[in-house]
């Protein structure tokens, strides 16, 4: 069973930083892609960035490029979400998740934590 626990949320003001951590365990990642999603209030929750464990290809939503990267630590472990020049649009509940390679559907997932822009 995979665990995922994100960290790293907070308060910023527009056009500042945050980096996001996933920390997961319980299993070997190297056949995974690991993703971020996000959650605004009202909003249906969306894909925000994706990486293969073993590779690291990675793949972003349109309205995250050229701002936000993701990364892994294969010795921690964990995944990273650095978050640049933030707008109040991103702000939302971010998510981990985690599926198998040539699995459909990301069917493991952490708790949240919540990123506020303020404007």
């Known amino acids: 069973q995979v665990q995922l626990v994100e960290s790293g949320g907070g308060l910023v003001q527009a056009g500042g930083s945050l980096r996001l951590s996933c920390a997961a365990s319980?299993?070997?990642?190297?056949?995974?892609?690991m993703a971020w999603f996000r959650q605004a209030p009202g909003k249906e929750r969306e894909f925000v960035a994706s990486i293969r464990w073993n590779g690291g290809s990675t793949s972003y939503a349109d309205s995250v490029k050229g701002r936000f990267t993701i990364s892994r630590d294969n010795a921690k472990n964990t995944m990273y979400l650095q978050m640049n020049t933030l707008k109040a649009e991103d702000t939302a509940v971010y998510y981990c998740?985690?599926?198998?390679?040539?699995?459909?559907?990301?069917?493991?997932w952490g708790q949240g934590t919540q990123v506020t822009v303020s404007s």
């Open positions: 998740a985690a599926r198998t390679i040539g699995g459909g559907h990301y069917n493991s």
């Open positions: 319980g299993r070997t990642f190297s056949s995974y892609v």
